[in-house]
């Protein structure tokens, strides 16, 4: 599946989080053939998230998207999310601090390690530039990869673990959500609602493959 949202409405797979008034979190219309997410409450929040995705349906899969975002500080952040919960869940992201500058990182919340929440190193990126994004997952294994216009893939080194977007993988006495999701986020915990646009949203699924980063 591809949607490039060109239309005034969303496919059906696109599901958003616990709210009957989703123009706070998007709009279609605002910058047409582009999905705009406005900067809510963190990743981690059951309330007021500014996340779209669908469900994944198998175990081996491709996504990707492109995301135009500038932010100002750390608390804005936007890019592309593989989703069980508010605490399972490995993202990568765009965001800004005073030391690098824009960049690009991943965070994990993992629920059965002894460190919940970890993060990668920092990517310095440009400013005023389209990044792509992309998620290559092979039952266990997942790949986050980003590139900047029609340049080279580049691959995160970090093997993530896929097998935390499960039932299986919780944290003792803590509830579950409904399934493992792909997709888009948007947060600005400032409470300033800075947006990201999205050109377009992409999902496959495949064979198993040893390394999807070849590919």
């Not at 601090?97 to 390690?113: F, Y």
């Not at 919940?116 to 990044?131: E, K």
């Not at 986020?185 to 390394?211: K, S």
Request: proline fraction near 7%; charge should be negative; aromatic fraction near 14%.
């Amino acid at each position: 599946m591809r949607e490039d949202f060109d239309g005034e409405q969303l496919p059906p797979a696109f599901q958003w989080l616990r709210t009957p008034w989703p123009e706070g979190l998007f709009s279609l219309t605002e910058r047409p053939g582009h999905l705009r997410l406005f900067g809510r409450e963190s990743v981690g929040s059951q309330f007021r998230q500014a996340l779209m995705a669908r469900r994944q349906q198998s175990h081996c899969y491709s996504a990707s998207t492109v995301v135009e975002f500038e932010p100002e500080h750390y608390q804005q952040q936007a890019g592309l999310i593989c989703y069980y919960g508010a605490a399972k869940f490995h993202y990568l992201y765009i965001t800004h601090d005073d030391e690098t500058g824009k960049h690009l990182r991943v965070m994990s919340s993992l629920p059965n390690h002894v460190q919940t929440d970890t993060f990668t190193a920092p990517i310095p990126l440009p400013s005023g530039v389209p990044v792509q994004l992309r998620v290559e997952v092979d039952e266990e294994r997942l790949y986050f990869g980003y590139r900047l216009g029609d340049g080279e893939w580049h691959w995160l080194p970090q093997m993530f673990d896929a097998s935390i977007l499960s039932d299986e993988a919780n944290a003792p006495g803590q509830p579950n959500f409904t399934g493992a999701f792909v997709g888009m986020a948007c947060q600005d915990m400032a409470g300033t609602a800075l947006h990201a646009d999205f050109d377009y949203f992409e999902y496959r699924e495949r064979e198993y493959c040893m390394d999807a980063r070849r590919s």
